[in-house]
C-alpha cells in the first residue's frame, strides 16, 4: 500500500479514534476493557511428538486485550473499540504483537459514520464482508425517506498487512459499496446495490495469484403481503474481468453473470413452511458477498406441529450443475427428508424422541464419465430423564453406495451422554458418563474400521467461593483390520479450575477471573515410531471491567 | 521476550488508571459469540450434529443442508477431533449480523490411513443474531467445520 493510503488510514484514525473519544470522555462516557494475559508450559515428548503434535514446546504467553469506549454528547451517540493479541506461540499468531480490532462509530440516529473495521451487510449476494475502512449512512425514520449507505475501504486479512512484512503480505483488494434501501410501505421493502472490488495487480503474493476486478448490481426486496408471510428476493448481476497470472501473453477472462434467488415463508398456526428457488449461472462472481456459482436449487420445509406431542418435518432439496453446458456431464442432486419428533415417548413425561431419514440421490448424465450415488441417512435420537439422571442417547445407520464400485460402505454410529447435578451443602457436584463410538464396513475391500471413545467426568462448583472446576478422564482408539494400516490410541485427562475471587469485585472487576487449564494426551499407534505425548498447563488471569 | 510483557504490563496498568474512575460493564455480546463458536466446537468434536446444526442458521450461505452433508463426512472420515484458536475480531453490522475473525489449529485422526494430522488456518464466520441467540449463517477462507 503506498504511502498516501497510509498516511489517509494514520489521519483517519487519529481524528476518529482517539481526538474525538478523549474530548468527550467525562460527558457520558463508558469505558471498558477486557484483557486474558495466559502463560503455558507445554511439554511433548516421544518419537513422534515433533511432527504430530499441534503444541509449541516450553513456556509460551498469550494475552488478549480489548478496549471499548462509548459513550453519548447530546444526540451524538460514539462506540470505538481497540484490540490487540500479544503472543510468543506461532500457533496463536505469525506475529509477536498485532492489532486485531479497530473501529468507530458515531451516530446521531440520522447520520451514522463507521471507520475501521467496517462490516456492512447489504444483502447475500452484494456485500456481506468486512473491510478496512469507513462507511456512512443516511437514514432518516420520521421523514421516511430512504436508507442510503456508502461504504470505502480495503478487504484485508489484518491490520499489519498495512504496514507490511512478509508473513502478513496479502494481495490489496479494494472494496466500494453503496446502496439505497427503502420502506415502500410497512409491508414492502426494496434496496438497489452496487459493489465494487478490485485488486491491485502489484500485490500478488506468487505469479499465478488471479487478479480480480468485479462489479456488481444487485437488486433486493421483501414483502409480507398478509401476517405469517414474507416473500423476499435478490437479483445480481455481476461484470468481472480476471487475470489468471502475471505471466506476458496470458489472456484476461472476462465473465458476464446472473445469481437470483426468491423465498417464501409461511409462518401460522401449527405450520411453518419455507419454498426456496435460487440459480446462480457459472460465471456468477460474488467477490464482496457470497454465492456458489454453477447452481441451481429448489428447496421446501414443513414443519408441522401435528399433536403437542407429535411434529412432523418434511424436507426436500433439489440441485444441480451445468447450467451452462460446457462440463461434459450434469450432476442432479434430489434429498428428501422426513422427521417426527415424539414428546412424551411412551408417556413418559420426560422423554422425546425424534427419528430422521434422509436420501441423498445424485444422477450423473451426459457424455463424460458421470457417477451417480444413492445414500440412506437413519438417525435416532432419544432424550429422556431417570430420577437424577438426564441422558441422550443417539444411534445412526448409513448406507452409502456409489456406482461402478467406487463406494459400497456402511455406518454405524452410537453414543450415550448421562449427566446429573447433586447439592450437597455448599457445593456442586456434577458427574457424567460418554460412551460412543462408530464402525465403519467397506463392502468392497472387506475391511473394517471401528472408532471408541469413553470419558468420565466430575464437575465441581463451588458458589460461595466463586470457584467452578471439572476433570475429564477417558480414552479414544481407532481400530483398523486391513493390513499395513495403523491402529491408534489416545489415552486423556482434562482438568479446569475457574476462580472468581473477591477482590477483584472490590477492585471493581466484576467478572475477573483466575483460571488454570491443564492437560495430557498419550498416543500410541501400531507403528511405535508413531507414538508421543502431550502434557500441558496454562495458567491466566482475565480481568473485564 | 520480558521486554515484551513489562510493556503489556505496564499498557495494562496505564488503562486500568485511565479507567477506575468511569463506570463499569461487561461486553456480554462478544461473550455471547465466544460461547456460540465453542458450543459448535463442542458439538463437532463430541459429533452430535443434530446439537451442531441447531446453531446454524436456516438461511446459511452454501445451504445448510450442504453443510449438514459435510458434516457428516467430516465424521465418516476423520475422528478424536481437537480444535484450539484465538478470536482476531468481533465486528458487528449494527444491525442482525456479526463477523468474527478466528486462527485456529485443528488436530485429527485420519480414519483411513491411522494417522495423526495438524491443519491450522484463518476462518471468518458470520453469524446472524435472532432474538438474543448467534445462528452461523457462512464460513468463509479455510472453513473450521466440514473441511473433508
Known sequence: MNIIKRSLFVCLFLIFFVLYPFFSMGKQTEVHFNNEFSYTYNDVSGPAGDDSSSLTRGMRYLNIFGLNILGKDKELEYNFNFGFKATDDRRNDIKTISPTTIYGRMTNKIHTITAGDTFESFSQYSLSTAVKGVSYKYFNEQKRLPEFTFVYGYVLPRWDTIWGGVETKAIERNAIGARIKHNITSDLSAGISFTQAKDRPGTRITDTDPIYTSNNYTIDAEYRPIPGLTIKGEMSKSRSSVSPSSTAGINEDRKHGTATKIEAVGDGGPSRVSIEYEKVSTEFDALLGSATPDREKIKGKWRYNMTKRLILNLGFLWFRDNLDGQKAYRTDSYTPELGITIKNFLSRSTATADITYKFNRKYGSGSGSSTSTADHILALNYKDSFGPVDSDANFGYTIYSTEHNQRSSKEYTYNLLLNSRHNIGDYVLKPLVYLGGMTIRDDLILETDKTYEYSFGMGLEVPKLKLTSDVKIGQNRLEKTQPGTDNTERAFANLNIYYKPSLFNKLKLQDGMLFLRAFVNNYRFSTQSRNFRENSITLGCNIQY | ?148
Do not use: Q, W
Not at chain 2, 465424521?75 to 480444535?83: A, E, G, M
Open chain 2, 1 to 148: 521476550m520480558f521486554k515484551k510483557i513489562h510493556l503489556i504490563i505496564l499498557i495494562f496498568a496505564f488503562l486500568f488508571l485511565l479507567t477506575n474512575s468511569l463506570s463499569a460493564n461487561s461486553n456480554v455480546s462478544d461473550k455471547l459469540i465466544k460461547k456460540t463458536i465453542d458450543d459448535l466446537i463442542d458439538a463437532y468434536i463430541s459429533r452430535s450434529l443434530e446439537k451442531f446444526m441447531s446453531s446454524v442458521d436456516e438461511s446459511y450461505t452454501g445451504d445448510k443442508a450442504l453443510l449438514d452433508d459435510a458434516i457428516r463426512k467430516d465424521f465418516s472420515l476423520i475422528t478424536d477431533i481437537s480444535i484450539s484458536y484465538t478470536i482476531n475480531s468481533i465486528i458487528p453490522d449494527f444491525k442482525e449480523m456479526v463477523l468474527v475473525s478466528l486462527k485456529f489449529t485443528r488436530t485429527y485422526t485420519d480414519i483411513t490411513t491411522g494417522t495423526r494430522n495438524i491443519d491450522e488456518g484463518s476462518c471468518t464466520m458470520i453469524f446472524k443474531i435472532i432474538n438474543n441467540k448467534p445462528f452461523l449463517y457462512s464460513m468463509r477462507d479455510k472453513p473450521l467445520f466440514g473441511f473433508k
